[in-house]
Structure formats: structure tokens, C-alpha cells
């Protein structure tokens, strides 16, 4: 019988490997492409795209522009979140559900739903087409993540080292720095890199919020896409993962022992 | 040191969350009601969302992305209890099984959509693949599965996306509190099907409930993935409400923001249920917890 059981997890384990993996396969060869036509296996390879991506100010600056916005966004999200985090990781109140049910709003609210009252409002305090006004945007719709993520982190927090901490004479700032950052460090690193890849994949709000004047790397991509150019789409798309791809190699450690895999979104 | 009280702690993201949110759903509510409209001086009119409820485009579409998020959804779930019991007792490889299974998660969903666009469109290099071995002879042999009219492109995207998603919570749990229950079961004499429904299932449902939330409510509002893989009609809401507003006619705009509204209505219905369910859920294991 265990034979048999082992046996029926192959299809399973192909099926993952298959849907993980192949998903890869044309972005990678575009990117080397110069022609393919219909029906060859391969393309006419060239380095073209690769070329033009780092020869085009453009795209270039988009990246930086990315990298500005989300470490803003990531930042912010985590001072106006971290205390709100605690609260629901660490208390029982009255209302809990409802200020739950309240901080996830953003995060399943449709962004079309939200983004074009924004605009409109942003307008008005000429918040549009400006980073400031971009960065406040993404803070909305990393926060949820963020703070839902440290809320579960904090419920495996004792918070008697702080009230010992105290006792020994440490002050606040002390005692954050010194005792409840490294005690959560793992999880929240996990949290922020959720908010930072968040705001990292923005579109639709950046493209409404930011106009013409924050151009961001997903909007780089889509006006590749709109043309059709996809070597250098798909140049662009390995860019634009790679950077999350290799901080989740960097956290992989944290995400198996401490963050979102096990203490993670779930328990909440 | 002096306790913060626990709504001084909840206030910073709480405000932030109502100026620069909910504002703008209250302000998207009165733009759609024409509450400051430029091309007439009528105060309130629901013109807007007869409009919208009579026309036949709309509730296609609204069927249309409804249908979407829930196949989505459901085929997740499946997929990703199947990968996730098949994974906790994999020990050969299993350290890469498990990157791989988390790999996509960081991945946004249009890079996604992208992958689908130049693998499943007539031109794409499945078809090429079909062609090499035979299966078929020319491009337009291969089924129409981007663009097409059921979102069928649409949904492969939303499921490569959402199992692992679904997946990593459901395999933390079997990976973890689990085990000891199930083990406890089978001392007892209950077989693997009886395991699976009577313990694993029940265990696992609150964290299945809460990450379903979460991708059902991406599926349904998605703009980017419907804008890459989807077919001129129907359109999602997301499309529809977007290029309702940006038509050059303003007086489409109080449409776009009627279908924005209703969409707000019915994720937040769906999610209050839900929630009410999960708490309920919850309870229950308190309980029964407790009773041990």
C-alpha cells in the first residue's frame, strides 16, 4: 500500500514542477529572441533585447523610480502599521473582528473600486501625478498585508521580556530596539518584503495616481505589451522579478522557520 | 512604563486607512449618485445605476467575472489540498519541491499572465509544440484558449498564481499542529479517508476560507490579467468600469462609478460572511480545545 500511495504522487509532483516551471520557459526565450515565426521550436537568437533594455534611459530610470517608490512605500507602511500590528497580535479587545474586517479593506476591495475616487480627491489636493501622491496610494494597499502579516508574527511574542525590560529600567526606545525588534526580526522581515512586493507590482494605481509623471517599471512593461514588443517585455518581466525572486532566496530561511509559511497570513 | 491603550495603537493605521480610502469609496458613491455633476444642475439621481442594471453588457460581464473568480478559486483549492498532502510526506527533493512551490508567490499576476499569453495563444509555443509532434497542422487547429470568450486563458493564469498561494497556508498547517491529531486518529483506528474528512479537512478549512478571501477578491476585481489575456466580449468589471471612465462622454463617468460601488458591495458582503464564518470556526476549535 505505501508502494501504491508513493506512486500516486508523482502525477501530483509533475503537475507542480509543469505548472511552476514551464510558465518560465517562453519568458526567458523571448527575451533572447529576435524573430520567431509560427511554427519553429526556436527563435532567431539574439541579445537585442537585452541590449536595447539597458541602453534605454527610459527603462532604466523606471527602475530606479521602482525601486524609490517601493522602499517609500515599504517604510511607511511599516511606521504607520507596527503598532496597530501589535495590538491585534498581542490583545483582546472589544470590536476586534470589525477593526479586522476594517484593515483588510483595502486588500480585497478592487483597486478599480477605490482608485477612481482617488484620483478624483488627489486632483483636488494636487496629490496627482506626483511620487508623494503614488507612495500615499501604495501605503493604502501594502497595509493590510503588512500589518495582518506582523499581527500574526506578534501572537507568538512574549510579551513579558518587555514588561521585564521595564522593570530593569529600559525605556521605550530601549525596549523596541533591544528586545521586541530582535524578537520579531525574522517575521518582520517577511512582512515588509510582503509590503515591498506589493507595492512592486502596482499598476493600475500608479498608471491613475502617478500619470505620466511616475513612471514605474509595471508601466513600462504593459506599454511593451500594448506594442506587442515581447523580447523586451519579456526582458523587462525577468528585471522586474528578479530582485523579488532573490530577497525571497535571501528570506526562504525565514519564510520556512519563522514567517509566513508558518506563523504566517494563516493564523490569522 | 504606562500601558498605550489599545485604540491609541489601532489610530495611525486606522486614520490612514479611512482618509485615504474610504474618503475616496464615499466620494466614488456621490460622483456615481451625480452628486457634483458639471453638465446638469439635478441633485441626486440613481439615472446612473438604472443604467447599468438594464443593460445587458453589464450583467454579463458581471456574470462573467463572478463566473471567473469562482472556477478560479475552487480549481485553487483543489489543486493546492492535492499538492500540499502530496508534498508533506515527499522527502526526496523535497527542499526544492518546496521553493518551486513557493517560487510564483512574489511573481505578480500579470508577469504570470504574460507567460500564459506566449504559451497558450494559437501562435504560442504549445501550439508550436502540438505542431512538432503532429497533433495539428496549421495555427488555427489549436483552441482558441487566449482571448476566448470563456476567459479560459484568464483562469490558468489566476490558478497558477492561486495554488501555491492557497497551498504554502494549508502545508504550513499539515507541516506543523496537524500531524499530532491525525496521528492520534489513526491510533485510534480511523482509516486515511476518515482522517482526511473527519481531521485534517475541519482543521484546515479556516486557513482555506481566509487565503480563498483574499484570491477570490483578486480574481473578481483583477484589471491587468483580463486586460492581457481577455477577449473584447464579454469584458470583466474591472475593464468595463475602467473604460467607462476613461470615455471621452462624462457622462458615462457616474456609470463607471456605479460599477465600481457594486463591486465594493459585493466583495465586502462576501467578505463579511465569510469572516463571520471563520470566527465561528474558530470558536468552535476554542471550544473543543478546551473541553480536551
Same mark, same amino acid.
Not at chain 1, 5 to 28: E, Q
Not at chain 1, 30 to 39: E, G, I, V
Not at chain 1, 201 to 220: C, D, F, H, K, R
Not at chain 2, 112 to 135: D, E, K, M, N, P
Given at each position: ?268 | ?37 458639471? =453638465? ?32 478560479? =478559486? ?118 486515511? =479517508? ?69 463591486? =465594493? ?28
Amino acid at each position: 500500500m505505501a508502494k501504491n500511495r508513493s506512486r500516486s504522487r508523482i502525477p501530483i509532483l509533475v503537475f507542480l514542477y509543469i505548472a511552476i516551471l514551464v510558465p518560465i520557459i517562453p519568458i526567458v526565450m523571448w527575451s533572447f529572441a529576435f524573430r520567431w515565426p509560427y511554427p519553429n521550436l526556436l527563435p532567431t537568437w539574439s541579445t537585442r533585447a537585452w541590449d536595447y533594455v539597458f541602453s534605454q534611459p527610459a527603462i532604466l530610470s523606471s527602475v530606479g523610480t521602482s525601486i524609490v517608490v517601493s522602499t517609500l512605500v515599504t517604510m511607511l507602511t511599516l511606521i504607520i502599521g507596527y503598532s496597530a500590528a501589535k495590538a491585534l497580535g498581542t490583545r483582546e479587545f472589544k470590536g476586534k473582528t470589525t477593526v479586522e474586517i476594517f484593515i483588510l479593506l483595502p486588500a480585497i476591495v478592487p483597486v478599480i473600486s477605490a482608485v477612481m475616487g482617488m484620483q478624483g480627491i488627489f486632483i483636488r489636493i494636487y496629490l496627482s501625478d506626483s511620487l508623494l501622491g503614488v507612495v500615499l496610494a501604495q501605503t493604502v494597499f501594502t497595509l493590510p498585508y503588512l500589518i495582518l502579516g506582523l499581527a500574526a508574527v506578534f501572537k507568538n511574542y512574549n510579551m513579558e521580556y518587555e514588561q521585564v525590560a521595564s522593570t530593569l529600567g529600559a525605556d521605550r526606545w530601549k525596549i523596541l530596539t533591544e528586545v521586541t525588534i530582535p524578537a520579531i526580526f525574522p517575521g518582520l522581515v517577511v512582512s515588509c518584503l510582503f509590503a515591498f512586493v506589493v507595492s512592486w507590482s502596482q499598476y493600475l494605481l500608479t498608471l491613475m495616481i502617478g500619470g505620466a509623471a511616475v513612471n514605474t517599471l509595471p508601466l513600462e512593461l504593459f506599454a511593451l505589451m500594448t506594442s506587442q514588443d515581447y523580447p523586451v517585455a519579456c526582458a523587462v518581466s525577468i528585471i522586474f522579478i528578479l530582485p523579488v525572486l532573490i530577497l525571497l532566496g535571501l528570506t526562504s530561511k525565514f519564510l520556512t522557520t519563522n514567517g509566513v509559511a508558518k506563523g504566517g497570513i494563516n493564523q490569522i | 512604563m504606562k500601558e498605550t491603550k489599545t485604540w491609541v495603537m489601532l489610530l495611525p493605521a486606522i486614520l490612514v486607512i479611512s482618509i485615504l480610502f474610504i474618503i475616496p469609496l464615499i466620494y466614488t458613491v456621490l460622483l456615481s449618485l451625480n452628486f457634483f455633476s458639471i =453638465t446638469s444642475n439635478q441633485t441626486i439621481s440613481l439615472q446612473a445605476y438604472v443604467n447599468i442594471l438594464t443593460s445587458s453588457t453589464f450583467i454579463d460581464s458581471l456574470v462573467f467575472s463572478l463566473e471567473i473568480a469562482l472556477i478560479s =478559486t475552487v480549481a485553487s483549492i483543489l489543486i493546492a489540498i492535492a499538492v500540499s498532502m502530496t508534498l508533506r510526506r515527499t522527502f526526496i527533493g523535497r527542499r526544492l519541491s518546496l521553493f518551486v512551490y513557493q517560487y510564483n508567490i512574489p511573481v505578480p499576476h500579470y508577469v504570470v499572465a504574460i507567460s500564459v499569453l506566449l504559451l497558450f495563444t494559437q501562435t504560442g509555443l504549445v501550439s508550436r509544440w502540438f505542431y512538432a509532434l503532429g497533433l495539428i497542422s496549421s495555427s488555427s487547429e489549436f483552441p482558441m484558449i487566449v482571448f476566448d470568450q470563456n476567459g479560459i486563458g484568464i483562469m490558468i493564469a489566476f490558478i497558477l498564481k492561486f495554488f501555491p498561494f492557497i497551498g504554502i497556508a494549508i502545508l504550513s498547517l499539515l507541516l506543523t499542529t496537524i500531524d499530532d491529531y491525525e496521528q492520534q486518529a489513526a491510533t485510534l483506528g480511523a482509516n486515511r =479517508t476518515q482522517r482526511f474528512i473527519h481531521v485534517l479537512l475541519p482543521m484546515m478549512m479556516p486557513s482555506i476560507l481566509f487565503s480563498s478571501i483574499l484570491v477570490f477578491a483578486y480574481a473578481f476585481g483583477s484589471y491587468e490579467v483580463p486586460f492581457l489575456l481577455g477577449a473584447t466580449y464579454p469584458k470583466v468589471l474591472a475593464i468595463l468600469a475602467y473604460q467607462k471612465f476613461t470615455d471621452i462622454d462624462l457622462n458615462s463617468r457616474p456609470e463607471a462609478m456605479a460599477i465600481a460601488n457594486i463591486m =465594493t458591495i459585493i466583495i465586502v458582503v462576501l467578505v463579511i460572511i465569510a469572516y463571520l464564518q471563520l470566527n465561528a470556526m474558530n470558536r468552535i476549535r476554542v471550544k473543543q480545545n478546551g473541553e480536551e
